[in-house]
């Protein structure tokens, strides 16, 4: 399970931590549209590992939020309420 200190420590970390084949490939998840809000972002972190940190086929990327933006909580529950 993802906790508060697993997402600070996660958030830390940068691209050059990693090399491309640690990194999950998100356009290879798959969410099931019926299942709640709550659950599609519990799923997303449990198979990402890092939310921060990730590729879209083999481009790395790095996710940075700015101190006035969305939380990271804020931004994944948009997406997928956009999902429904």
Known sequence: MTTNYDLVNTKARNLSDYTIDELTDITEIAFDAETTVANRIFQFLRMVENPYVFKVDDTPIK??????????QDSLVKVFNQMT
């Not at 996710?63 to 990271?72: A, D, K, M, P």
């Open 63 to 72: 996710i940075v939020f700015s101190e006035n933006s969305l939380t990271l």
